[in-house]
Antibody, heavy 122, light 111 residues
Framework: EVQLVESGGALVQPGRSLRVSCAAS????????MHWVRQAPGKGLEWVSG????????GYAASVKGRFTISRDNAKNSLYLQMNSLRAEDTAFYYC???????????????WGQGTLVTVSS | QSVLTQPPSVSGAPGQRVTISCTGS?????????VHWYQQFPGTTPKLLIF???IRPSGVSDRFSASKSGALASLAITGLQAEDEADYYC???????????FGGGTRLTVL
């Protein structure tokens, strides 16, 4: 069974940094691209970033480009999102999401974690 | 503002058929790329409902179907049931943005 378990969500002040993590199990992690998708409370889904299986290709939403960095450690079956210069509008549940393919662009998502809440507020 | 446009809400009575539209463009599923659909119940994570424009994953009820014509995709739900009340999202890849897009979501209410 695929399991994606996020951690690291917290209350942080605007302008500060935070790293959230995702521990994956139940599938061959380095066969799949991975993504972060966020959802502000009561709002819709917003794709944040995607990373190919070997970290060779990456994509970011315009709203986070230059501030967020996605990475993975295939030896640890883990995905990360480093978030810098956080803003109030970054407040959301952050979901770790499994792509059906090894490249991040053009596919769909077949498994989602339960999410970790990031709250940006002073 | 999402460039995949969905109606904010739709509703229907039990047993009826409803459709949810998703309008894209030539830089996403209007040309090369596919559109996919997800269902999300309140307080839960999204679940894949349709992939590759029209394909139902194993385990998804055949009351759910989808179509695509050009830059317009539609999700249809027949024999509406109270348990279908949820939010529905379309998703595609956009080459001009070089990013993944979700529609704004449609809240389905069963009257």
């Amino acid at each position: 069974e695929v399991q994606l378990v996020e951690s690291g969500g917290a209350l942080v002040q605007p302008g500060r940094s935070l790293r959230v993590s995702c521990a994956a199990s139940g599938f061959t992690f380095d066969d799949h691209a991975m993504h972060w998708v966020r959802q502000a409370p009561g709002k819709g889904l917003e794709w944040v970033s995607g990373l190919s299986w070997n970290s060779g290709s990456v994509g970011y939403a315009a709203s986070v480009k230059g501030r967020f960095t996605i990475s993975r450690d295939n030896a640890k079956n883990s995905l990360y999102l480093q978030m810098n210069s956080l803003r109030a509008e970054d407040t959301a549940f952050y979901y770790c999401v499994k792509d059906i393919a090894s490249s991040w662009a053009g596919n769909w998502f077949d498994s989602w974690g339960q999410g970790t809440l990031v709250t940006v507020s002073s | 503002q999402s460039v995949l446009t969905q109606p904010p809400s739709v509703s229907g009575a039990p047993g009826q058929r409803v459709t949810i539209s998703c309008t894209g463009s030539s830089s996403n599923f209007g040309a090369v790329y596919d559109v996919h659909w997800y269902q999300q119940f309140p307080g839960t994570t999204p679940k894949l409902l349709i992939f590759g424009n029209t394909i139902r994953p194993s385990g998804v009820s055949d009351r759910f179907s989808a179509s695509k014509s050009g830059a317009l995709a539609s999700l249809a739900i027949t024999g509406l049931q109270a348990e279908d009340e949820a939010d529905y999202y379309c998703q595609s890849y956009d080459s001009s943005l070089n990013g993944v897009l979700f529609g704004g979501g449609t809240r389905l209410t069963v009257l």
